[in-house]
């Protein structure tokens, strides 16, 4: 049977056999392709998935830590407040106020005041 064919008929052939294959080939690769591209981003969401969680595991730390510091130095001042008001410091709130003393206690508390911080002259 082939040796009833002309060289024309066989290149005929072959170029049609060719072309068909290429055109599956083609068809097939671009499936492929389609294939390994939805596997790669299947990966890639599950890989971006999990480097967003870590960020969002290490901000939740640096909030707390943040938290912590903010409640620390809360209870120092109210620490340090209580100590003040404790030695009863002029002007602390608690301790001895002079606007609520009357205007002759007043006098006589800022006379003390000034004479304890040497404030106080005595003129000749």
């Given at each position: 049977?082939?040796?009833?064919?002309?060289?024309?008929?066989?290149?005929?052939?072959?170029?049609?056999?060719?072309?068909?294959?290429?055109?599956?080939?083609?068809?097939?690769?671009?499936?492929?392709?389609?294939?390994?591209?939805?596997?790669?981003?299947?990966?890639?969401?599950?890989?971006?998935?999990l480097v967003n969680r870590a960020k969002g595991q290490a901000g939740q730390?640096?909030?707390?830590?943040?938290?912590?510091r903010k409640l620390n130095a809360d209870e120092e001042a109210e620490i340090?407040?209580?100590?003040?008001?404790?030695?009863g410091r002029p002007g602390v709130p608690g301790a001895q106020d002079w606007?609520?003393?009357?205007?002759?206690?007043?006098?006589?508390?800022?006379?003390?005041?000034?004479?304890?911080?040497?404030?106080?002259?005595?003129?000749?």
């Open positions: 049977m082939l040796a009833q064919l002309t060289p024309f008929e066989l290149l005929t052939a072959l170029l049609v056999i060719g072309l068909v294959s290429a055109l599956c080939g083609w068809a097939g690769g671009a499936g492929a392709l389609f294939r390994f591209s939805a596997r790669v981003q299947a990966v890639e969401s599950i890989g971006l998935q730390v640096q909030t707390q830590a943040t938290r912590n340090l407040r209580q100590q003040l008001l404790a030695r606007r609520a003393l009357s205007p002759e206690q007043q006098e006589v508390y800022f006379d003390d005041l000034a004479e304890k911080r040497g404030l106080k002259f005595k003129v000749k």
